[in-house]
């Protein structure tokens, strides 16, 4: 096997895992990936558990299928589960079908919610800024990201727990110089991912929110729910329950709810970026 041209003393990585783990997030996913196929698995599993949940799963994504398996199959069954629900899921089902048949079943039984759960609603392909980087590496990152598909900018701490929202307005205006941890990050409310649909769906919260985050029993970001895709799909659910589809009155009602919650949404956010991303060069 070739050598990755990325060196990093194997003494730090041991010493300094989550130091460490801020690194390899800065370099490209095929050379961090390498890297990490490189060491021994022992090495590795503190850094997988370290690095921010969506860079590691890619990382794991862009490795042969053998050896991702090997990590999966030896790290803690939560951190494995958290993982592979990030991984995109061809890569995620490869790696399932490496995995001993007792860890396996126990890991699909994990990363599968029931079908009228909110984690299967969810947006669940996430990217997230940890607070222990500096402003310029942030906006490194999103320039690196390109295309953001989830409606906030989401913030973790040091155990990948949710830490909230972080403006692109905030963060373009900040010294580059400044950690993350430092800006102004907006607590959100958060949605259990394995609460009923229904049972979401009538919480007072969408008041003022079209989206929210999705957490764990640990509190770590697992998804995005969009209010807008959780109603349809309740008042479809409740209307094939009662035997038959929403009225017209019905349907109306649904469109009115919506629109007035993207309303709402934009005048209570105050802190949502007015710029075009685009414009500024991320």
């Given at each position: 096997?070739?050598?990755?041209?990325?060196?990093?003393?194997?003494?730090?990585?041991?010493?300094?895992?989550?130091?460490?783990?801020?690194?390899?997030?800065?370099?490209?996913?095929?050379?961090?990936?390498?890297?990490?196929?490189?060491?021994?698995?022992?090495?590795?599993?503190?850094?997988?558990?370290?690095?921010?949940?969506?860079?590691?799963?890619?990382?794991?994504?862009?490795?042969?299928?053998?050896?991702?398996?090997?990590?999966?199959?030896?790290?803690?069954?939560?951190?494995?589960?958290?993982?592979?629900?990030?991984?995109?899921?061809?890569?995620?089902?490869?790696?399932?079908?490496?995995?001993?048949?007792?860890?396996?079943?126990?890991?699909?039984?994990?990363?599968n919610y029931p079908e009228d759960s909110v984690g299967g609603r969810m947006l669940s392909q996430l990217f997230v800024l940890p607070t222990t980087?500096?402003?310029?590496?942030?906006?490194?990152?999103?320039?690196?990201?390109?295309?953001?598909?989830?409606?906030?900018?989401?913030?973790?701490?040091?155990k990948l727990r949710l830490s909230g929202a972080l403006s692109l307005d905030v963060l373009l205006r900040a010294d580059g110089r400044l950690p993350v941890a430092q800006l102004p990050i907006?607590?959100?409310?958060?949605?259990?991912?394995?609460?009923?649909v229904k049972e979401v769906a009538e919480m007072a919260i969408w008041i003022h929110h079209q989206y929210l985050p999705v957490v764990d029993s640990k509190g770590r970001l697992v998804g995005e729910l969009n209010f807008t895709r959780l109603y349809e799909d309740a008042a479809l659910t409740a209307a094939a329950g009662a035997g038959g589809t929403p009225s017209f009155l019905e349907r109306l009602w649904l469109s009115l709810a919506v629109s007035m919650t993207a309303l709402l949404d934009m005048l209570f956010d105050s802190r949502r970026p007015k710029r075009n991303i685009n414009e500024h060069g991320v």
């Open positions: 096997m070739m050598r990755s041209e990325f060196q990093l003393s194997h003494a730090f990585v041991s010493r300094h895992p989550e130091a460490a783990a801020r690194v390899l997030e800065r370099l490209s996913v095929d050379m961090a990936a390498g890297f990490l196929a490189e060491v021994k698995v022992q090495m590795a599993l503190p850094l997988l558990a370290a690095m921010v949940t969506p860079v590691a799963a890619r990382c794991l994504a862009a490795m042969p299928v053998g050896q991702a398996a090997m990590l999966l199959e030896s790290s803690d069954s939560d951190v494995a589960a958290t993982l592979l629900r990030a991984m995109p899921n061809e890569s995620a089902a490869a790696c399932l079908a490496r995995l001993p048949a007792s860890k396996r079943n126990r890991l699909a039984r994990m990363i980087i500096s402003v310029a590496e942030a906006l490194k990152r999103v320039r690196q990201a390109r295309q953001l598909r989830q409606h906030h900018l989401y913030v973790s701490d040091d907006r607590k959100l409310p958060t949605v259990p991912v394995r609460a009923s």
